[in-house]
């Protein structure tokens, strides 16, 4: 091998590490409609559109420090045993940092009914958008303690 082909060889998966990002809007409003609709989708049992919307190594922590991946949310999304009433976002606040990451945060209010029993809650959230070749994605997601909904 010669020693550019050598030095090509090592040196290009770093290069490609280096690469750019895809065009990822810097655009509050984009985030807050990527998690909008991500809200409603949990609220519809929209599991295919969860799907696209969550990164496939997508992390959740919850108040109570239980954690659930991907594959949790989407199960979730097919038990019949929920039955969402309301799960949307209000009182949005959006941060960039650097060129890859997005975070949101807000306040979520969830009314649903759990195997007979009333759901009627709120909680702070923060959840971080990544940037990838497909443009934002969620990745991961820190849900404050449940605090009863002020009517």
């Known amino acids: 091998m010669s020693k550019a082909l050598l030095t ?7 290069a490609a590490l280096a690469a750019p990002l895809p065009a990822c809007p810097q655009d509050p409003a984009l985030i807050k409609q990527l998690d909008t609709e991500y809200q409603a989708a949990v609220e519809k049992s929209d599991a295919a559109a969860m799907a696209r919307l969550l990164a496939d190594d997508f992390t959740l922590v ?12 989407l199960d979730q999304a097919h038990d019949t045993a ?14 960039f940092y650097g060129e890859g990451t997005a975070v949101i945060t807000a306040l979520l209010y969830i009314k649903a009914l759990y195997k007979g029993d009333t759901l009627d809650f709120d909680l702070w959230f923060s959840d971080v958008y990544t940037c990838t070749p497909k443009g934002w994605i969620y990745s991961f997601g820190q849900a404050g303690a449940h605090v009863p909904h002020a009517s």
């Open 8 to 14: 090509l060889a090592l040196f290009a998966p770093i």
């Open 62 to 73: 919850t108040g109570k420090g239980q954690v659930y991946g991907k594959k949790d949310l």
């Open 82 to 95: 929920l039955a969402y009433e309301h799960q949307s976002d209000t009182r949005q606040s959006v941060r």
